[in-house]
């Protein structure tokens, strides 16, 4: 078997003095759009960047803050991909638990579940009119309005956010029986 490599006749090793660049800095700054874009600038070829001549580097126009710098911006930088990469971590633990959910509920789950109807599952309901937003005359029974746009706000356990309405109290009494 004949091991995968690539064969490049253009070959340039960099070794830069870290008395004035941090290495980490110059590997962001080569994998940001401008490096990158100063990079293919100056190679040539039509497959990979080549770069052969040591006075085609020394061109490449680079902003150099002070060593010390550097090492601020390089440390914010790579706490930031340290950051993205356990959030990538993380979302593809949340995206599997969210398959196995679901596969779990409604794949698996479906052989002992029962389907119904809304229906099925409410005793009683009290249609009609609003009621009033405060007490007066015979709207003296305080109950809670659910609308559809409350649904959503049910679901994550916040029922203190549909409105309290007064209603008649035969209105109630039809519920009661």
Not at 9 to 14: D, P
Not at 29 to 55: D, K, M, P
Not at 102 to 116: L, P, Q, V
Not at 138 to 160: E, M, P
């Amino acid at each position: 078997m004949i091991p995968k490599g690539i064969i490049s006749q253009a070959l340039l090793i960099l070794r830069p003095d870290t008395k004035k660049v941090q290495l980490k800095y110059l590997y962001y700054f080569f994998n940001s759009r401008e490096g990158f874009y100063q990079l293919t600038q100056a190679s040539h070829g039509s497959v990979q960047v080549n770069i052969a001549a040591r006075n085609v580097v020394e061109q490449i126009p680079i902003l150099l803050p002070p060593v010390p710098e550097q090492e601020a911006i390089t440390a914010v930088l790579a706490s930031l991909d340290d950051k993205i990469d356990l959030l990538h971590r993380q979302n593809k633990t949340l995206e599997a638990l969210a398959q196995t959910l679901f596969r779990h509920w409604f794949i698996d789950g479906i052989k002992s579940t029962e389907f119904g109807t809304l229906g099925d599952l409410v005793d009683s309901t009290l249609g009609g009119e609003w009621g009033k937003e405060t007490p007066q005359d015979q709207f003296t029974k305080a109950v809670n309005c659910v609308r559809g746009t409350d649904i959503g706000d049910l679901l994550v356990g916040l029922a203190s956010k549909c409105p309290v309405r007064y209603v008649k109290e035969n209105k109630l009494s039809v519920l009661n029986r």
